[in-house]
């Protein structure tokens, strides 16, 4: 992936409020990369917004798995990163994801793996590796400084700080505080930011504070739940606006 | 110089893997209580609870207010103690008990209060059982001027008339819960017009009466991370106070309620030991009541903060959220999980659980008040219970040691609870 | 540096005029008091009593055991109460409150129990009314590893159980006074099984349990000159920890019962003063209970010290060995007379004399408490009136100045007296 | 009076065991000056013995205190001086006292003076002048340094130190801290110690510490009171003894 400010957009797989056309229109709208999140019904980290994109992703493929991981191929994006739970993969099966996934997309992301399963990031690395994908790493404000040192020196492609506890939930935490600190440790590694995320003005304190590229999804989602697209498409382009400035 | 810190610390950033984070229920459509925090709480507590830094600066007004309630506390070696037991281990103490409601409760509750005012809250609510979190909330409210209302278990509210009298005298409003104040306690009420409450009823009590109520605000009193980051004030001043005397502790102990005084007490030094920078062999031992052995015999799992389900789930040890203690004396350690640091930091193998019973933590609390004077609140009389065991270690290795106590409460208001372990001469 | 002093002071060697001694009975051919005084107190403390020296050396295991009760205490800043007053006046307190029996007593009974201990002496015999001093000697005893017998006021045995459990916690013996224990105890029960008791009844006790017995001596709580030496520990750590904030007091405020907590604070500073090395402005105000009001109102002439008449006769303002105060809960307020010593600096003009009704003091204790979170012992609010009318003179005159308050206990045992001082809302 | 060390023996006027004959033995024995108590019903400082030697003084002049001053001439002392209180002597004149007795002493001692009536020690320096007397003064243990240094400065012919609270009765005070605060105030003006001194090994010891001068009185009053006139003599001889040795 180019290494210059990314805005990300993610959307679920399966939730039929997100059309392939739509995405497109995200693409030629300022979306550099296209997160898909595989639904599964833990969703640890994931605010009211994305939940409910989850259940819808859930009702319509009625729990196979499987199909919603090939339809990553659907979208077209020049850069995809499939963003999925650690620990439903690994009951799944890493191999059977990254078989399936692995041709359509730049990178897995497991947010959960640095917080739940540290022990099996080289299990990552090498699987990722072996698929010839980049490695991404999640992690939360409450990170252990050493171990951001320790990922960054993987050469990811990118880390992604969730600025808040859970997707969609804004929450009063001093964001460019956080960033500022996670950004002294990654030196060049690229740091994306996400959750909550939805105005323009945030993404220009973040991209101050040391963001290289922000993610944007609850947002989105909820425009869509409220028969919106255009004003989804018009906020993707206001964010990217904001971010270059 | 007055050695009290300028700064709390915490530990997050230096542990050796990430803090998992609250969650919101499991089920996809259930309520989010991730979204109910900043209803609940004051905007800095949020940040402070999810903010990446070391270090946060403790704001003047607070650091004023430790100055009054006697901070820095003193750090008193326990030498009678030691020669009565025989051991040549040094036995400190970290005296947390000469806050004025007699126990390190303040040294969060005048923080929580502070952030509170600042922006513009002009009333804090909070629960209490035995009484000495609402008198800490009563005092800081007291301290920042703000209103405070307390809502007490009914049978403690009955049975612990002192404890009321010292809210109501640092101008705090106790109301028995459950009351005719809230839906919940009506109900409640209904059902059984003597329930002598719980504290799962008086949280709820609580927090419909934030949610309720304009520019009010709970104050928590544990658990929470940014209730241990206030603690660490006790464990930053004991290093400073341990480097003067020229001694490093080999143990640590302290009781474990919710976690927030061992928490306070241990954690500047485990993340002296995580960066690399002494204190590589402290033992830290939290000690727990047989009653509630969330350490020793709980899950490490997700669970509800709080018996109400109101909070987020957090990762910790626990008994599950509708666990029913035994009717302890130490009603600080009756609680059904403990903080997600401390939880982490012991399924990292980062400290040692103990759990003693009540009668062997009184009599081991009376062993050292008849030689030191001091006597401890019945939830530190559990942490004596392990210095003890310690001491006794080192007596029969005959080996030289530091033993650091957090000694967080003294017993002045708990005495009903003495009178029933001493010893009939 | 722990800023504990290392020697007590003693004020008399600067005085203005000789302290006039003891005296036995009037009567020649009267029974000798002064004889009596070895074999009621160690001799260490009779040497005290007379030492022509200004410095006395505190000995170390006495000032270990400082320490270990929490000494230097705090010298704190009252801001918040200075802001809520209006006052210019900088108002500061020093907390003898975190000792852990709630008052200054201990900085005397752990002295008394020590020399005793040095000398032999296997127990330590006392009274105690509302159980403040008995606490403190309960405490000291076993610090020095004494055994304990407290004659403890029969109205106060029933109605404070708590500080009779307290004392028992430290090991000490409780009775019931008047007792069977001994001959006047048993002549007391036979005219009515009932009575209540009295100081008076629970020293004769005492005393003659004291003077029964081999290696026992009695402890005393206030009044004699050593006990006024060893609470300058107060004044001692006061004056250097103003020093260290760089402001001079301009007004000393203390309670007075028998004078000890008061003259701790004050004889330092008065003792710069006469020595010509400063202080030359500083107003001393010593503050009495309206219900005992031998300052302002008494004589200045000898008279015994103990209503029972077993100690010798102390020139000092007194309203008569057989006073009946009116029960008032600031119990340590009820004495018919007055420390020689500060009896003396009244004489001489070098402090003033101030009293309050309790109710006043009540409530200007809620005052300081509801900004300050702490709650004063009911004595040391009678001290918190006049801090408050002081206060209230420097915002009047829109003046700056210093005002030094000797916060000697705590209220978390008087909480039923506060009890009944809560405004009703 | 001389400025060597001196032996002070207290007796008191009118007490019929003191002997004029006695008093002479021991003059002859190392009694260099003899103290003369004047008995008043108010023994503020004096114990048990010498109250019983007042008792039985005031019993047989049957407070005819001008008889018992005249009997100040009746012994036979190179050097005395008169022990009374102020507060005695000033209610019957102070000129009263001195016009009985002043031909007859060295010097007037009141051992209140300072104490209860500090505002008229010029009167007492005034009266003694007047007389031709010397001055001494009588200080407790517990005397303010200033004013020891003030005495001292009118150039007394001793300054008496009260070992004890009171007369006769031993208490465990250290004299000999005491003796050594007090004589380092007075410089060269003799200090004279008294109260409970009864057996040489005191007398070495005091001397030891500073003290110029010793009195003793209960102690002979108790041998009198005892039958034991010829040990008093005795006591007398080995303090002196004590003294020079
Ligand atoms: C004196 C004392 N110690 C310990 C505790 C336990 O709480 P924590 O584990 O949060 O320190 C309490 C709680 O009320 C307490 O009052
Ligand atoms: C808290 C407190 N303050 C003051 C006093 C008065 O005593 P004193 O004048 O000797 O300090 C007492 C006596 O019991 C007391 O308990």
Same mark, same amino acid.
């Given at each position: 992936?180019?290494?210059?400010?990314?805005?990300?957009?993610?959307?679920?797989?399966?939730?039929?409020?997100?059309?392939?056309?739509?995405?497109?229109?995200?693409?030629?709208?300022?979306?550099?990369?296209?997160?898909?999140?595989?639904?599964?019904?833990?969703?640890?980290?994931?605010?009211?917004?994305?939940?409910?994109?989850?259940?819808?992703?859930? &009702?319509?493929?009625?729990?196979?798995?499987?199909?919603?991981?090939?339809?990553?191929?659907?979208?077209?994006?020049?850069?995809?990163?499939?963003?999925? $739970?650690?620990?439903?993969?690994?009951?799944?099966?890493?191999?059977?994801?990254?078989?399936?996934?692995?041709?359509?997309?730049?990178?897995?992301?497991?947010?959960?793996?640095?917080?739940?399963?540290?022990?099996?990031?080289?299990?990552?690395?090498?699987?990722? &590796?072996?698929?010839?994908?980049?490695?991404?790493?999640?992690?939360?404000?409450?990170?252990?400084?050493?171990?951001?040192?320790?990922?960054?020196?993987?050469?990811?492609?990118?880390?992604?700080?969730?600025?808040?506890?859970?997707?969609?939930?804004?929450?009063?935490?001093?964001?460019?505080?956080?960033?500022?600190?996670?950004?002294?440790?990654?030196?060049?590694?690229?740091?994306?930011?996400?959750?909550?995320? &939805?105005?323009?003005?945030?993404? &220009?304190? $973040?991209?101050?504070?040391?963001?290289?590229?922000?993610?944007?999804?609850?947002?989105?989602?909820?425009?869509?739940?409220?028969?919106?697209?255009?004003?989804?498409?018009?906020?993707?382009?206001?964010?990217?606006?904001?971010?270059?400035? | 110089?007055?050695?009290?810190?300028?700064?709390?610390?915490?530990?997050?950033?230096?542990?050796?893997?990430?803090?998992?984070?609250?969650?919101?229920?499991? =089920?996809?459509?259930?309520?989010?209580?991730?979204?109910?925090?900043?209803?609940?709480?004051?905007?800095?507590?949020?940040?402070?609870?999810?903010?990446?830094?070391?270090?946060?600066?403790?704001?003047?007004?607070?650091?004023?207010?430790?100055?009054?309630?006697?901070?820095?506390?003193?750090?008193?070696?326990?030498?009678?103690?030691?020669?009565?037991?025989?051991?040549?281990?040094?036995?400190?103490?970290?005296?947390?008990?000469?806050?004025?409601?007699?126990?390190? @409760?303040?040294?969060?509750?005048?923080?929580?209060?502070?952030?509170?005012?600042?922006?513009?809250?002009?009333?804090?609510?909070?629960?209490?059982?035995?009484?000495?979190?609402?008198?800490?909330?009563?005092?800081?409210?007291?301290?920042?001027?703000?209103?405070?209302?307390?809502?007490?278990?009914?049978?403690?509210?009955?049975?612990?008339?002192?404890?009321?009298?010292?809210?109501?005298?640092?101008?705090?409003?106790?109301?028995?819960?459950?009351?005719?104040?809230?839906?919940?306690?009506?109900?409640?009420?209904?059902?059984?017009?003597?329930?002598?409450?719980?504290?799962?009823?008086?949280?709820?009590?609580? #927090?419909?009466?934030?949610?309720?109520?304009?520019?009010? @605000?709970?104050? #928590?009193?544990?658990?929470?991370?940014?209730?241990?980051?206030?603690?660490?004030?006790?464990?930053?001043?004991?290093?400073?106070?341990?480097?003067? +005397?020229?001694?490093?502790?080999?143990?640590?102990?302290?009781?474990?309620?919710?976690?927030?005084?061992?928490?306070?007490?241990?954690?500047?030094?485990?993340?002296?030991?995580?960066?690399?920078?002494?204190?590589?062999?402290?033992?830290?031992?939290?000690?727990?009541? @047989?009653?509630?052995?969330?350490?020793?015999?709980?899950?490490?799992?997700?669970?509800? #903060?709080?018996?109400?389900?109101?909070?987020?789930?957090? @990762?910790?040890?626990?008994?599950?959220?509708?666990?029913?203690?035994?009717?302890?004396?130490?009603?600080?350690?009756?609680?059904?999980?403990?903080?997600?640091?401390?939880?982490?930091?012991?399924?990292?193998?980062?400290?040692?659980?103990?759990?003693?019973?009540?009668?062997?933590?009184?009599?081991?609390?009376?062993?050292?008040?008849?030689?030191?004077?001091?006597?401890?609140?019945? +939830?530190?009389?559990?942490?004596?219970?392990?210095?003890?065991?310690?001491?006794?270690?080192?007596?029969?290795?005959?080996?030289?040691?530091?033993?650091?106590?957090?000694?967080?409460?003294?017993?002045?208001?708990?005495?009903?609870?003495?009178?029933?372990?001493?010893?009939? =001469?």
């Amino acid at each position: 992936m180019s290494s210059g400010r990314r805005l990300i957009v993610y959307v679920t797989l399966g939730d039929d409020l997100v059309k392939p056309q739509l995405i497109q229109r995200f693409m030629h709208s300022g979306c550099d990369v296209l997160e898909l999140g595989l639904p599964t019904p833990l969703a640890k980290y994931d605010g009211p917004t994305i939940r409910r994109s989850i259940a819808r992703a859930l &009702r319509t493929c009625d729990g196979r798995v499987r199909e919603l991981l090939d339809m990553v191929r659907q979208f077209d994006a020049e850069q995809k990163v499939l963003f999925t $739970y650690f620990e439903f993969a690994a009951n799944m099966g890493l191999r059977e994801v990254y078989s399936r996934a692995a041709e359509h997309v730049e990178s897995v992301l497991f947010p959960d793996l640095l917080i739940d399963y540290p022990e099996r990031v080289d299990e990552y690395v090498a699987m990722s &590796r072996e698929y010839g994908l980049e490695l991404t790493f999640f992690v939360p404000t409450t990170v252990p400084h050493r171990l951001v040192t320790r990922i960054a020196s993987l050469d990811p492609a990118f880390v992604y700080l969730g600025l808040m506890i859970s997707t969609g939930v804004h929450l009063p935490v001093t964001a460019e505080r956080n960033i500022g600190v996670i950004k002294r440790l990654l030196g060049q590694v690229p740091l994306v930011v996400g959750f909550a995320v &939805r105005t323009p003005e945030q993404v &220009r304190r $973040y991209v101050a504070a040391g963001a290289d590229g922000v993610v944007v999804g609850s947002a989105i989602l909820k425009m869509l739940e409220e028969g919106e697209a255009e004003r989804s498409v018009e906020l993707v382009r206001s964010l990217k606006e904001a971010m270059e400035s | 110089m007055t050695g009290i810190p300028h700064r709390w610390y915490n530990v997050i950033p230096d542990l050796s893997r990430p803090l998992p984070p609250p969650r919101d229920p499991e =089920e996809l459509g259930a309520e989010s209580r991730i979204e109910l925090l900043p209803r609940l709480f004051p905007d800095a507590l949020i940040d402070q609870e999810q903010t990446s830094e070391r270090w946060v600066e403790i704001p003047t007004e607070v650091f004023d207010a430790y100055r009054t309630l006697g901070r820095p506390t003193p750090l008193v070696r326990l030498k009678r103690l030691e020669r009565v037991l025989g051991t040549r281990a040094r036995i400190y103490a970290k005296r947390e008990d000469v806050n004025p409601t007699g126990s390190h @409760k303040p040294n969060t509750a005048v923080a929580q209060a502070y952030y509170a005012r600042q922006e513009g809250v002009k009333k804090l609510v909070t629960e209490t059982g035995a009484g000495q979190w609402g008198s800490a909330v009563a005092l800081a409210s007291a301290v920042m001027g703000l209103r405070c209302t307390v809502f007490m278990t009914r049978s403690s509210y009955l049975t612990k008339p002192y404890r009321r009298t010292l809210m109501l005298s640092f101008g705090a409003e106790v109301v028995s819960s459950p009351s005719e104040r809230t839906e919940i306690g009506r109900r409640f009420l209904a059902s059984d017009p003597n329930h002598p409450g719980s504290l799962g009823i008086a949280i709820s009590e609580g #927090v419909e009466t934030v949610l309720s109520e304009e520019s009010t @605000k709970y104050a #928590v009193g544990s658990v929470m991370n940014f209730t241990i980051l206030h603690q660490t004030v006790i464990g930053l001043e004991a290093m400073r106070q341990m480097e003067e +005397e020229g001694v490093e502790p080999d143990v640590i102990i302290g009781c474990v309620g919710g976690g927030s005084n061992f928490g306070g007490i241990a954690l500047p030094f485990i993340g002296s030991r995580l960066r690399g920078e002494g204190y590589e062999r402290t033992r830290i031992i939290g000690v727990e009541s @047989k009653g509630a052995p969330r350490m020793t015999t709980g899950r490490y799992d997700y669970e509800f #903060v709080d018996s109400a389900g109101y909070l987020p789930r957090l @990762k910790m040890y626990n008994l599950g959220k509708d666990f029913l203690p035994p009717t302890i004396h130490a009603a600080g350690l009756r609680y059904h999980g403990l903080s997600p640091i401390v939880s982490l930091l012991l399924r990292e193998h980062l400290i040692e659980a103990r759990s003693y019973q009540q009668e062997e933590a009184f009599a081991a609390a009376l062993k050292l008040t008849r030689v030191e004077g001091l006597l401890p609140a019945p +939830e530190t009389a559990h942490a004596v219970s392990a210095v003890l065991e310690e001491a006794e270690r080192y007596r029969r290795t005959n080996e030289e040691g530091v033993i650091l106590l957090c000694f967080s409460g003294h017993g002045l208001l708990d005495l009903q609870s003495y009178e029933r372990f001493l010893p009939s =001469e």
